[in-house]
Structure formats: C-alpha cells, structure tokens
C-alpha cells in the first residue's frame, strides 16, 4: 500500500529524496480522510519552506486541510498539473500527485520520519486524529 | 463516538445499514450521521441527473392537535397556516419577537385540527419548549421525533423509482403536497418535498420498518443508477439551490428579511411573534442582507471569511464550497445592504489573509428546469 521508497509524516504527508532534492506529497490515507478534492494551493518555485510548518492547503468538497513540510529547504518544483486537475490527487496521491519538489537544506531533517511499515501501523492504531 | 462534552449521539434505526455501506459517519446536530457513501461528488451528481436516498431520520417532529392549534401556530409561526388544506405542506419559521427564527421549519396539516412540524435536529427540544411555553389555546403538543424514520428520495428518477414501490398516484401528489401511502408495504406519509432543488419525496413512517424501506427504495433503484447519498451532499445541494441552513444563514441575530425570507411572512394574518419587528425593520432598513457570490479568482470560500465591497469590510460568509454540479466555487454570504451589493458587482472574499476576486450573483445558484 505505501511505498518502501518514501518516508512519513504524523500529518499525514510523504517525501521520497534523492541526492538534495525531495519529493512531497499527501499519503493515501489523507486523500481518503479528505474526500473529493477540489482545490491546491501551493507556494511558487524559490519559496522556502520550514520543516514542520505549513506550505500548502488541500481542500475537499467538504474540508481545509493545511500540508506541513517534512523539510526545510527551497522549492525547485511545483506540480502544475494539479491546478487543472486537483481530483489526481484522489486517483494517484504517492505518484502523479506529488505537490512540490525541495532542494533540502540539511538530510538529517528526514530521520525521524516514518518508514513505510511505520507509517502502516501509525494510520492503523487510528492515530492522527 | 461522543461529543467533547462526553455526551453519547444519537444514532438513527439505520446506522448499521450505514456502517455496512461504507459511509463515513460524522457528528450532525447531536446525532451520528452518514456524511457521504462513494463521495460527495458522485453523490451530489446523482441527485441532479438521476436520483440520490437519503435518511433523514435525525429530523425532528412535533404535533400539534386540538381546536387551539391553528391559533397556536398562526402565533409562533411567521407563514399563514390557515391557507394550508389538509394534504398540504407549508416551509414556514418559528419566531422569535425580534423577528428572527428560533427554526425553520415544515408544517403540514394531517387533518382540520391536527398538524405535523418537521424540524433541525439540533433544534427539536428547543423548538418544543417554544411551543409549549406560548401554547396559551390548549393545544396538545408532542414531541413524536421517536415515532417517526424519515427518508428523502430526491432527483429526476424519484418518481419512476418510487412508482414501483408505493400505492400511491405520485401525479396527484403535487408539491408541497403530501398524502399517506406505502412504500413496499409500509404505511407512511408520503411528501413532495425535499431539500436538494429537485424534484423528490420525503416519506415519514415507523422507525422499526426503516431497513425494510430503505433497502427496498435503493434495489428499487439500482437500474436508474440510485445511490445513497450522505450530508455532504445534502448541504452542496441545498447550497446550490440556495436553501437556507439553519446555523449558517438563519439563527437568533438573522431576521427573516435579512434572511430574504420575506415570502413566509404573511402580515395581514393578524399577530404572530416577531410580526412588530419586522414590520419596524421593513420601515427602517435592514441592517444587513443576504447575497449569493461566485469565486472569480483561485479559492474556496468557507463559512466565516470576510467579504470585502468597495474596499470596505463588508461581512461573512455563511456557507461557502464547491458547487459540484454547476462546477463553480460558489457562497452566501451576508453583507451591508448598499447600492454596491447587488447581483453583477465585484467584491473580495479573504482566503487566509488574500482578498481573492468574487462576484454577487442572482439566487439561486441552481434552479432545476421544469419537466416538459
């Protein structure tokens, strides 16, 4: 269900790095909670974003959601096809659906994220709510 | 589940069939309801082309009966029930004197001295107590919320699906009408009413008969493409067709007219709570007033953002989405009455701290076409 490559958050968010750069996005079972989505915002390419702390809204028919950033860094990336299309991110959320991409300031800001099999059991035990 | 306040919800007789269905189940008004099955989305699109079942049962209702109760309500409600014949419907609100509701509601009159309101659920003790305590005709007055499930069939197909179902001529039943009659053997009321901008029907009946009636209705409907449709796709509905929420765009601070609600108060029947003051504020101005908008920029408005004419703050939205069917972001909102806020004008709803671009349009939204 969630892939081995990525890593997580408690909020609900992923990020697969390679080399400095870092892919983020919302996990499954944050488009599930989350409903029909309806609408991205997203910041422009050389924001900078704090780990922790918000970068971004997702919204359902029904619900706002804010999305934190796993890492500190620059954006170099921002998936525009979202704009258009924000229902991707129901369909493929760990895929077409990524939201923006960062040129991390620091890896060790990744280590203590959630490992696929974490992440499994912390949406299992219901937590998060 | 419980409230923060530790208190246990009210479920209805069909939140196992619910659960079995796969809904989402959210808190509504005390009760735990179904917020949406395959998602508000397909839900909402259902009801406008096809047909949508939803369990309304968490409504409240209260009977009135006796000689006093038509002088009873013609006092605490705002609309005329003396032009409502037996078999008919009424929306209609209970009033506060300063002219505000302390709900809206559905009247409908069973018989000459005996009548059926149909309530929010959040409102229904309240309501009651409003009732008795200006109950000075000896009208008896019961809280029979707990003898009644309630089921709204709505959409284009409603009639189709339900014609296989009921005992019924659904053609005699015009709207805002209502009669008793089955429904796959069950006794009920039977209502042209609903709350979705479609045509449809609203079916009253004994609670323990509730899987029975709604199983039949969705089997019933399958080849039409029926689906159960949750909250969430009743509050998109009722927002395009611009219904007002009690909560949202009604509550004790909202008079009717700010409401827009001036076509249910009758004046020339004579004294009704609320009547002086609404009459003062028709000779004086409203101090606010109700308007529809659509987003021309990027965003959501969402119940509580500020609106912005001219410049100017200018009020809140009262419900605010995204409007599945006309595939707009759309929102009420009340604003100061001006020359500026009328339906054409630009204005600015705050997202997060952005003025983002928006304009008043006509209500409602959404208006079905009438059957050729």
């Keep these: 269900m969630y892939p081995q490559e990525l890593l997580y958050t408690r909020e609900h968010e992923w990020i697969r790095v390679d080399e400095l750069t870092g892919t983020i996005g919302i996990t499954d079972h944050a488009q599930k909670e989350l409903g029909d989505i309806v609408f991205v915002e997203l910041p422009k390419v050389g924001d900078q974003v704090v780990a922790r702390e918000s970068f971004g809204t997702v919204e359902s028919v029904k619900a706002v959601s804010d999305v934190y950033s796993p890492v500190t860094g620059e954006v170099v990336a921002v998936n525009k096809k979202l704009q258009e299309s924000p229902e991707l991110l129901n369909a493929d959320p760990h895929g077409e659906a990524w939201l923006i991409k960062v040129r991390l300031r620091d890896r060790k800001e990744t280590e203590g994220l959630m490992t696929a099999e974490q992440y499994e059991a912390y949406v299992r035990e219901g937590a998060g709510h | 589940m419980a409230t923060p306040a530790g208190l246990t919800l009210k479920r209805t007789a069909l939140y196992e069939a619910h659960r079995a269905a796969g809904a989402r189940m959210v808190e509504f008004g005390g009760w735990e309801m179904p917020l949406e099955y395959t998602g508000i989305m397909q839900e909402h699109l259902a009801v406008r082309t096809r047909a949508g079942l939803f369990d309304v049962s968490h409504m409240g209702e209260i009977e009135l009966r006796g000689s006093g109760a038509l002088a009873l309500l013609q006092y605490v409600t705002s609309n005329d029930v003396a032009r409502l014949a037996v078999g008919q419907a009424q929306y ?187 009459l003062a504020e028709q000779q004086h101005g409203l101090r606010k007033k109700l308007v529809g908008f659509e987003m021309l920029g990027r965003g959501i408005a969402r119940d509580g953002y500020p609106v912005w004419i001219g410049g100017e703050p200018a009020g809140r939205v009262t419900s605010g989405s995204y409007a599945p069917f006309l595939r707009r972001n759309i929102g009420l909102a009340y604003v100061l009455p001006s020359e500026a806020a009328v339906a054409g004008r630009e204005i600015a709803v705050e997202i997060r701290g952005q003025r983002v671009a928006a304009r008043l349009v006509p209500l409602p939204f959404y208006k079905r076409t009438a059957k050729s």
């Design chain 2, 92 to 278: 209609t609100a209970l009033m506060y004197p300063q002219g505000s509701a302390v709900d809206d509601c559905l009247v409908h009159r069973l018989a000459e001295d005996h009548y059926l309101l149909c309530v929010n659920a959040a409102n229904t003790e309240k309501d009651f107590e409003w009732i008795t305590r200006h109950n000075s005709w000896g009208a008896s007055v019961r809280d029979v919320s707990h003898e009644y499930s309630q089921l709204a069939l709505q959409g284009p197909r409603a009639a189709a699906i339900l014609a296989r179902l009921t005992d019924a001529d659904l053609g005699a039943i015009k709207y805002y009408c209502f009669r008793p009659a089955t429904c796959c053997g069950v006794g009920g009321l039977l209502a042209r009413t609903g709350y979705t901008g479609e045509d449809g029907f609203e079916f009253y009946f004994p609670p323990s008969e509730s899987e029975r009636v709604w199983s039949a209705l969705l089997d019933a409907g399958k080849p039409d493409g029926l689906l159960p449709a949750g909250l969430g796709a009743r509050n998109t509905l009722r927002l395009e067709a611009a219904y007002p929420l009690y909560g949202h765009e009604l509550d004790e601070e909202t008079t009717l007219l700010e409401a827009g609600l001036g076509w249910i108060c009758k004046f020339d029947k004579g004294e009704f709570l609320g009547r002086a003051a609404l």
